[in-house]
């Protein structure tokens, strides 16, 4: 999903996001199509600044809003050009009819979320409030306050936080039950936003811990100076702590890390409706700011239309919704600024600054949020659904949508599905970006250039805008489309584009980006440019009583556009051309006694039933040279609630049908259709067309009403490309000249057996730097479009290299673009020379598969088009494990929100995986059946969340996982699927997920190759390299990696994959055969790991022998029985405990001295939390350990340690295991007894000594101190400073009030534990900073409290 469709270039852009506006920072926009496959496409320009003039694809000059020759600004055009209207004639339209200005009009704005308190959002013309409704439908915001408490009497809760809230006591809550919950609040806020908080936040923390850091040296500098010489041993350590602490509080400043403050949300029922507040105080400067008493209590925003924010700091604004009965709390931001600027494109209402109105400043607004914060404002299926309901719900006139993506199939999918429900049924007009990924054809993103039910809307740049908003020193003379506006047609044919408007705007931006507005660019623009244009409509409509329907709204814009370019193949670019309100409104004024119908287009090749399609698309070669014949079929389609007597039955239409290409396109001449439609054919014949591209159209007119235009257009188009007959197969294409904003389109054959090019542009004839697109595009059955597409700038005449794959057989083309701004004032016209040369190696095998035997997989090798070298390189750098679900919960859910307008009941099912890493993993989830498809898909929405042992979400995603770093320990994935078919749903309920680690440098596994079957296992024949010669085939085996060489701890069943490639290119750096994916084309290879060997070996060695009578076997089976049972006996009631009691008295007495049993009871005392007396508690575990410690022969023990053993003696290893076992026992239980002597004092409140031993030393003034003895006791044995035995250690520092050398051995131990933190070691180190009064640690320290050990998971 990625999606908004907008450029910017003070955005940095976000590889999975998808609005639809453009970076002016091209050569960031323009990556490889991998890496921008889903991305944030908008521009922000407020530092744009560069030169550039226009060239050829522009709007006939005789219309005023397209040629604008010597142009001149002065103030009121330079803000008119900030905020285009002109462009579309809204600003006529207005003009001649105010009232008509959106009011009445409703609009919903799918995006990343509109600020309610954004500059001109406010209010509407007419005084209205603006916006009626703020929702986040991707539930990124959404907080789990279904805990409950209670006031106690001095009007304090508990939130889950931990923190301790006090209500205002004028709040009104009659049932006394506060719902709380609490949430990471950079959780909620974008990038952007998080960045500038973390630096002020840093700047004041490195205040504070500089102050600290001075005090502590200052504290060290005294002691050097009293003490020049340091004998003594706790001398020494005094200093040594001292050290430590100025150590430690720098080593804090160079590890600092700001995971952002936590807020508690507390939501309560008033009597009337359910209210929330929110308690800020981390946020504040100031301790007593941001407390939840003195936030103003918010409901649903629909309700009361009231928003807040968080803190002065931020300038975030927030909305709150309930739902689910106060157990779920919506706090409502935005994940970008993109949302609220396409708000104000569409209807902003400035009383002071007219001209920087929105196209409809009149029109109301609903703001559905579909931008999950979570992913970096990428839409999710879930908010898409839910924004579908909200429409709906709220009667919305229009939807606007800045947002798409590459699809596999266009017109397909769950989210079309419901989009076609909402315009058929409930007559809503949806409008979206066609997409950013021009000039290539075939670019149109989905579901605005894809979706036959959505007007889709391509970017256009006026004269005006050029010299105004994008300030550029010389305007085009022509309007034209920008550079990098997605093109048609779909690959099925439809045209992709339906129309265009004004693609760039100053425009309001959210209060935290601390501006009113700023300046974006994209078809993200053009669509709410677009939409407010057609909210004037609506307006008229309206206040007329014109019967309102997308359909004739539809036909009136298609019909009344003005052309952008003067060539029939422009309409690929611009669609039907620039959006006129005025022309449109006109049209719809005679249009309203006419059916509202839609014409549903069916076109399959004449004896084919399949594939359908919606146009006719003729782009590879064998199409290309011979005639074929189609059958269209076309069906009236009216709105679900039309009459079966009134408007179905007398539907009947007398249409001519007209060819723009009589000589290539022959169709019927006239038509009588009815309402259930007609077939006829049409014949395509490009056989005399010349090569390249070529657009037609076949199109419709109403022989009684011919004013109408047309009523449903047919597009054909021709993509004739030319052969590549050289050999050397080699194209060369000289001499092309460019002017700003001109593009050359060539078609090429990719010659059977080609699998890459190498090209070469060279430039000359232009003094100033040059920007150029580079775009090659191929289409495939089932594929999303073939993409390679570069920029590059040329400073001065000079030459640069690609390469890139291709597909042998299939029709290629080449788009040359210089930028549309690149050049301006220079006057120059750039010659390009483009010369490609194709390379190929054909194998037999696409994707290699090693089954996990010995025996290596033939590869056969061939060139078919000149001389390559063979240099096959293959690599395994990946492994995919499989899972299956542990658990799954199918649900329905709640109807406030996932209701769908059919009135079916969303239903979600929740699959839990688990798995586990031994040490720190670099991974991502790898979902086959769901990943990599958002509107193509038939399922509505998946979400996946990975969290440890407690509960920290170390990664989330969607249909397009992304990689995560995770430490070794445990994990859960729930993965979150959504659908209202409950049969879908079960069919998932054993889903099979694979979890792919990314095996580092040392661990990847480079294949060999042989060209002989043994030769993996003989050694011999190995190979390397070879040139094929053309038409020769040459063979060579690709062997499994040797089993040594497979990464450790990994399980029968995985999945080894990487890559594997055969050739190299003749330029650039050499890879050395290490990493395939680095030369031009590489293949999928994968190898299965087999079962373990099994170890002949094992047990060889141990002896069998056993010097035990069968009575003494006996005896040892029925006393180790008895300790199980006493190991299993539950202590959570009182009955148990009895149990327990009763029986471990019982097998002392009979087992005194038997230290497994001892330290089974000891063992079990320390488990027990359900005890009254905390002193006797604890006493009883010194007790039990002392029994532990006096059943071990420590001389024993000590003496088997000193002397180093024969390990070849018979009986060594069992009696190594015997010690090793024992002294572990020791050890634990001298810690065990050091940690409760420890708690007694604390509870006591003064150090606990030895009875007997105090009253003999009743006249001494030094008494034994038990802790210290058992320390020492304890340090003869183990290392007290390891993770294990390090808290002891800890403690005993604490005691000295050494806490400096407390807190570095305790850093160091949770530095070295390394699974999922122990939150016994944050809670100690908690209470140590407290101790040595660092305010800043501690509050910093418990703000990461929440990240490592939330109270629970968050919501989906």
């Excluded at 997308?550 to 009344?560: D, F, K, M, Q």
């Excluded at 031993?1253 to 390891?1282: I, R, T, Y």
């Excluded at 900073?1329 to 050990?1349: C, D, N, P, T």
């Amino acid at each position: 999903m990625e999606n908004p469709l907008f450029i910017n270039n003070a955005i940095s852009f976000q590889s999975r996001s998808s609005f639809l506006s453009l970076p002016l920072l091209i050569p960031a926009l323009k990556t490889p199509t991998k890496a921008r496959e889903r991305k944030l496409i908008y521009t922000i320009s407020k530092f744009y600044n560069t030169s550039s003039s226009f060239g050829t694809r522009a709007m006939h000059s005789g219309e005023v809003n397209g040629a604008l020759r010597n142009f001149k600004l002065n103030e009121s055009t330079f803000l008119a050009s900030l905020m285009p209207k002109k462009e579309i004639a809204a600003d006529r339209f207005v003009e001649a009819h105010p009232e008509y200005d959106g009011r009445g009009v409703l609009v919903a704005i799918f995006d990343s979320g509109v600020d309610p308190a954004a500059d001109g959002l406010k209010v509407t013309s007419d005084g209205k409030p603006k916006i009626l409704d703020v929702i986040d439908c991707t539930g990124s915001g959404d907080v789990d306050t279904s805990t409950v408490v209670k006031a106690d009497d001095s009007g304090c809760i508990v939130g889950t936080s931990g923190n301790s809230l006090v209500v205002n006591s004028s709040w009104k809550n009659p049932s006394g039950e506060w719902h709380v919950g609490c949430k990471l609040v950079y959780e909620l806020f974008t990038s952007t936003l998080t960045d500038r908080l973390k630096k002020e936040r840093k700047k004041r923390w490195d205040e504070k811990n500089q102050e600290a850091i001075a005090e502590a040296v200052k504290q060290l500098d005294e002691f050097d100076k009293k003490h020049t010489k340091v004998d003594d041993t706790n001398m020494k350590k005094n200093r040594e702590d001292l050290q430590s602490r100025v150590d430690l509080l720098r080593k804090l400043a160079d590890s600092y890390d700001d995971k952002g403050p936590v807020i508690d949300a507390v939501v309560w029922h008033d009597g009337e409706v359910w209210r929330a507040a929110l308690d800020t105080q981390s946020l504040e400067d100031e301790p007593e700011r941001g407390k939840l008493a003195e936030f103003l209590p918010l409901t649903n925003y629909r309700l009361e239309r009231k928003y807040g924010i968080f803190s002065k700091l931020d300038a975030c604004t927030c909305v709150l919704n309930i739902y689910n009965e106060g157990n779920i709390l919506s706090i409502v931001t935005d994940s970008s600024p993109h949302g609220t600027h396409v708000a104000g494109i569409t209807s902003a209402y400035h009383s002071k600054e007219p001209l920087l109105n929105g196209v409809a400043p009149g029109a109301q607004l609903i703001s559905c949020k579909i931008g999950d914060s979570r992913l970096g404002s990428m839409e999710t299926g879930t908010g898409l659904v839910r924004a579908l309901i909200a429409a709906v719900d709220h009667k919305c006139d229009l939807i606007n949508m800045s947002y798409g993506e590459p699809s596999l199939l266009p017109d397909y999918g769950r989210f079309v599905d419901l989009v076609n429900e909402v315009v058929n049924k409930h007559r809503l007009i949806f409008i979206s970006s066609a997409g950013n990924n021009g000039p290539a054809l075939s670019t149109v993103g989905a579901p605005g250039g894809t979706t036959s039910s959505i007007i889709g809307v391509g970017a256009y740049v006026s004269p005006a805008m050029a010299a105004g908003a994008h300030t550029l020193v010389e305007a085009p003379p022509e309007g034209l489309e920008y550079t990098w506006s997605s093109r048609g047609p779909t690959v099925d044919g439809d045209l992709g584009v339906s129309i265009s408007a004004a693609g760039g705007a100053m425009a309001p931006v959210p209060t935290w980006t601390l501006q009113h507005r700023m300046f974006m660019n994209g078809t993200s623009m053009s669509s709410p440019c677009a939409c407010g244009g057609v909210a004037l409509l609506l307006s008229a409509m309206k206040a007329e009583h014109l019967p309102v329907s997308p359909y004739s709204v539809r036909e009136a814009l298609e019909n009344t556009c003005i052309p952008v370019g003067g060539s029939p193949e422009d309409k690929l670019s611009a669609g039907q051309g620039l959006m006129q309100v005025d022309k449109a409104y006109d049209y719809i004024q005679k249009l309203h006694a006419v059916p509202s119908v839609r014409y549903q287009i069916k076109i399959t090749q004449s004896g084919k039933s399949a594939p359908t399609s919606r146009g006719i698309y003729l782009r590879e070669a064998d199409f290309c040279q011979r005639s074929t014949e189609w059958t269209v079929k076309v069906e009236p389609k009216f709105h679900d609630d039309a009459s079966n007597l009134e408007q179905l039955v007398p539907f009947e239409e007398c249409i001519k049908l007209h060819s723009t290409g009589e000589g290539v396109v022959k169709a019927p001449e006239y038509l009588l259709l009815t309402h259930n439609g007609r077939d006829f054919n049409i014949i395509v014949d490009p056989t005399t067309l010349s090569d390249g591209l070529h657009y037609y159209e076949v199109y419709a007119i109403d022989c009684k009403s011919p004013w109408r235009g047309p009523l449903f257009r047919i597009p054909i188009t021709i993509t004739k490309p030319q052969a590549v007959k050289s050999r050397p197969p080699l194209t060369v294409f000289k001499g092309m000249s460019f002017v700003p904003g001109h593009i050359e389109r060539k078609f090429v054959e990719v010659p059977t057996g080609a699998t890459w090019v190498e090209v070469t542009m060279k430039t000359s004839g232009f003094s100033t730097a040059r920007r150029f697109f580079i775009d090659s595009v191929q289409i495939s059955p089932l594929q999303r479009p073939i993409k390679w597409e570069s920029v590059a700038t040329f400073s001065s005449p000079s030459s640069k290299s690609f390469s890139f794959p291709v597909e042998g057989g299939r029709t290629m083309e080449l788009a040359i673009a210089q930028f549309w701004s690149s050049g301006v004032g220079s006057h120059d016209t750039t010659s390009v020379d483009f010369e490609i040369e194709f390379h190929g190696i054909s194998i037999n095998k696409q994707e290699i598969i090693l089954d996990g035997s010995e025996a290596p997989v033939r590869v056969d090798a061939e060139a078919l088009l000149l001389l390559e070298n063979l240099a096959p390189a293959a690599v395994l750098n990946k492994v995919r494990i499989p899972y299956r679900p542990v658990d799954s919960k199918l649900s329905t859910l709640s109807a406030e929100r996932d209701q769908l307008p059919s009135g079916k009941q969303t239903l979600a099912l929740l699959l839990t995986y688990k798995f586990k890493f031994e040490e720190g993993a670099e991974i991502k989830p790898y979902i086959p059946l769901l990943n990599n498809r958002i509107y193509d898909n038939k399922f509505e929405a998946q979400f996946y969340m990975i969290s440890d042992t407690n509960k920290r979400v170390y990664a989330m995603g969607d249909v397009y996982p992304e990689t995560a770093k995770l430490p070794k320990g445990e994990y859960t994935l729930q993965l979150y699927l959504r659908h209202d078919n409950v049969q879908y749903l079960e069919k998932m309920k054993q889903l099979v997920i694979f979890i792919e680690k990314k095996l580092d440098e040392k661990e990847s596994i480079q294949l060999s190759f042989y060209t002989q079957p043994d030769g993996p296992v003989i050694g011999n024949s190995s190979f390397k390299s070879s040139v094929l010669i053309p038409g020769a085939k040459e063979a060579f085996y690709v062997a499994p990696p040797a089993k040594d060489k497979l990464p450790k701890g990994v399980a029968a069943g995985s999945v080894l994959v990487g890559a594997i490639s055969y050739g190299k290119v003749s330029f650039g750096v050499n890879n050395e055969g290490k990493n395939p994916e680095k030369n031009p084309v590489s293949y999928s290879i994968s190898y299965i790991v087999p079962p373990t060997p099994i170890d002949v070996d094992k047990g060889k060695g141990s002896s069998s022998s056993c010097t035990k009578s069968v009575a003494e076997q006996l005896e040892e089976e029925i006393r180790d029985a008895k300790i199980r049972v006493l190991s299993n006996i539950k202590q959570s009631t009182d009955e148990g405990r009895a149990d327990w009691k009763k029986l471990s008295i019982s097998l002392k007495s009979e087992y005194p001295k038997y230290t497994p049993l001892l330290a089974k009871i000891l063992e079990a005392l320390i488990s027990q939390n359900n005890f009254e007396d905390k002193i006797q508690h604890y006493e009883e575990i010194v007790g039990a350990a002392d029994e532990v410690i006096e059943s071990i022969d420590t001389d024993e023990l000590a003496k088997y340690f000193s002397i180093k053993s024969d390990p070849e003696e018979e009986g060594a290893e069992k009696t190594k295991k015997k010690m090793d076992t024992t002294r572990d026992q020791l050890a634990d239980a001298l810690y065990q007894k050091g940690l409760a002597l420890a708690e007694i004092e604390l509870l006591k409140g003064k150090k606990v000594v030895d009875k007997e031993d105090a009253k003999a030393d009743e006249g001494s003034s030094a008494q034994p101190d038990l802790f210290e003895e058992n320390f020492k006791e304890l340090q003869k044995w183990v290392g007290v400073k390891s993770s294990q035995y390090g808290t002891i250690f800890v403690i005993r520092e604490r005691r000295e009030g050494r806490f400096g050398t407390a807190l570095k051995v305790l850093s160091d131990m949770i530095q070295e534990d390394g699974s999922p933190p122990k939150k016994k070691f944050y809670d100690l180190k908690i209470s140590l900073l407290e101790e040595i009064g660092w305010a800043h640690l501690v509050s910093y320290e418990k703000q990461w409290m929440s990240v490592r050990f939330p109270p629970s998971l968050p919501l989906f």
